[in-house]
């Protein structure tokens, strides 16, 4: 099964130098790809002088994540995408239990690995950890992190199983589906367009999967650091972005209520512990969704499907009722 693994890279010259001898170490059977967004660094020069295999994508600017993949992809002639952060470290045989996956179902869509914390390699890592559903009103949680609640990685999620959605932080995808469902959304820039690309995977009819043997080490925050605003923004944003797309239309409106009415009360807590450029965030972000709602729910597909959440409310099982871990 041919794959390649496809780097998105943006003025991370020193994240190549650390990170991409070991992708070239234990991905014999990909082909490897550097995509490039329009760096000012000398991310390109250093791949050109020191790894000349490796093919290089140069996009015409800084597209972010969604849009960034969608061009580069367009270069890329494999049957499996492997969509890898430049700040992930990967494993021996990391390639070869998702390729059996996606061999052994043919409806399975999209894979995720184990990820765990590069900083801290006992724990799970917040961006994935060992796959991601969505509660009633879109707020994602993970097997191994729930909020900021990270588990340490003692084998209690070693066995593979179907998922609602797979971290970008290292995002396997058969390329015919991605092509059906015309990439990532370049409206999010970053952050959560991974979901909402499974999610509409799972609205055709397709299975995503998390796959414990493939198992790789993130950073994370590399490129947007935790606490950014920025980071708030595009998530609260993008988030509303993401309802308005998928959920089933006897929902949508109700749901929407409830979230704008629990990012208020996220915005009342910003307030009272000093950071008001987060809440500040949340108001940018609540109007960039009134200006781009019309054109969003022109998006909607022909189906939703009614089985898309794993809890009615997080927020209700981690603030009130004290649930810090994932519950099977």
Excluded at 98 to 108: C, L, M
């Amino acid at each position: 099964m041919n794959i390649a693994v496809v780097i998105l890279n943006w003025n991370g010259v020193q994240l190549l130098e650390q990170f991409l001898p070991s992708i070239i170490e234990f991905s014999p059977e990909a082909t490897i790809y550097v995509a490039d967004n329009a760096s000012t660094d000398e991310s390109v020069s250093y791949i050109e002088q020191f790894y000349p295999t490796v093919k290089i994508i140069k996009n015409s600017e800084n597209f972010g994540f969604a849009q960034g993949y969608n061009e580069a992809l367009k270069h890329v002639d494999a049957e499996i995408y492997a969509l890898v952060n430049s700040d992930i470290e990967v494993t021996a045989n990391w390639l070869s239990s998702v390729i059996d996956t996606f061999k052994n179902d043919p409806q399975t869509a999209i894979v995720q690995p184990k990820i765990l914390d590069f900083k801290n390699k006992e724990y799970f890592e917040y961006a994935g950890a060992a796959g991601g559903f969505i509660d009633k009103y879109g707020y994602p949680y993970c097997r191994g992190r729930v909020f900021d609640t990270i588990e340490k990685d003692q084998g209690q999620y070693d066995q593979d199983r179907e998922i609602f959605w797979a971290s970008g932080a290292c995002f396997f995808i058969r390329s015919y589906v991605f092509k059906e469902l015309h990439g990532f959304d370049d409206e999010f820039f970053a952050h959560q367009e991974e979901i909402d690309l499974c999610w509409r995977a799972i609205n055709k009819g397709y299975s995503i999967k998390y796959n414990y043997k493939s198992l790789v080490y993130h950073v994370g925050g590399a490129t947007l650091k935790q606490g950014h605003p920025m980071k708030t923004y595009l998530n609260f944003r993008n988030s509303l972005l993401m309802l308005t797309k998928n959920l089933p239309k006897e929902s949508l409106f109700g749901i929407l209520f409830v979230r704008m009415v629990l990012d208020g009360i996220a915005g009342i807590q910003f307030i009272l512990q000093g950071k008001f450029s987060h809440f500040t965030a949340i108001m940018k972000a609540h109007y960039s969704f009134y200006t781009l709602f019309s054109n969003t729910y022109k998006k909607r597909g022909t189906f939703q499907s009614k089985k898309y959440y794993k809890l009615k409310s997080i927020v209700f099982q981690y603030f009130v009722n004290g649930g810090k871990v994932f519950v099977n």
